[in-house]
């Protein structure tokens, strides 16, 4: 039996606050929403039997301001939400934060509280995946001292192309004293499904850190 039967979406527009209401096929879909000359995204996930409670992933993203994650958990909380995971960040100014959450009850009605609640923000909400194996954390990866954007480009290409996925990664850029060319950098955590031989994940970064002019540091990360 599958989990999701049907899934909502729901539009607000304008200072009235109106409300479009459609329902939609299983698979997920975005509509645009204007709001004040704006406009943002909002995708919704399925309605749940109620009989059964199931896991959504809730992304909300706007201007970072403090106190935002405290509102996003208020709201989730208030309609009966068990929060199962976080990864929130800032940069330049705006937030994100993505959300495991547990519900009992319809998701539509927390989505459409976050929506309102939020309207300076971006909220999309689909059902989690459902994977037969789930991918593990193994290793972290820093590249450092990269003379061009394009370096870091092609090390998560490499990554990729060998079946293994970011956990988390991260990157920037900075110029150093008396130099006007910036360096790039990249901090990664990997992750995939299955046993992964990091001593030869390890001398191939060597190797491409040497090709490409940049520091490569691999670390296995120890199994728990």
Do not use: Y
């Not at 991918?135 to 192309?161: C, K, W, Y």
């Not at 901090?187 to 491409?208: I, P, Q, R």
């Amino acid at each position: 039996m599958p989990r999701c039967q049907s899934s909502r979406h729901f539009c607000v527009r304008g200072m009235a606050g109106l409300l479009a209401r459609r329902v939609a096929p299983m698979n997920m879909s975005s509509n645009l929403l204007k709001n004040g000359g704006g406009s943002r995204v909002m995708s919704f996930s399925p309605i749940l039997s109620k009989s059964m409670s199931t896991r959504v992933i809730t992304h909300v993203v706007g201007p970072d301001r403090v106190g935002i994650l405290a509102e996003v958990n208020r709201v989730i909380t208030a309609h009966g939400g068990k929060i199962h995971d976080t990864r929130a960040s800032s940069l330049g100014g705006t937030f994100a934060v993505t959300t495991e959450v547990e519900l009992e009850e319809d998701s539509s009605a927390m989505a459409f509280a976050l929506q309102t609640k939020l309207p300076d923000f971006i909220t999309c909400m689909r059902p989690e995946s459902e994977v037969e194996m789930a991918a593990a954390v193994f290793g972290r990866l820093e590249v450092t001292d990269a003379p061009a954007m394009g370096v870091i480009s092609q090390m998560t290409e490499h990554v990729s192309s060998r079946g293994i996925g970011f956990a988390t990664i991260r990157t920037s850029e900075h110029t150093e004293s008396g130099s006007s060319s910036p360096i790039f950098s990249m901090t990664a955590t990997l992750s995939a499904v299955g046993k992964v031989d990091t001593s030869w994940l390890t001398n191939e970064f060597m190797e491409l850190g040497e090709k490409l002019n940049c520091h490569v540091a691999f670390e296995k990360i120890k199994d728990d």
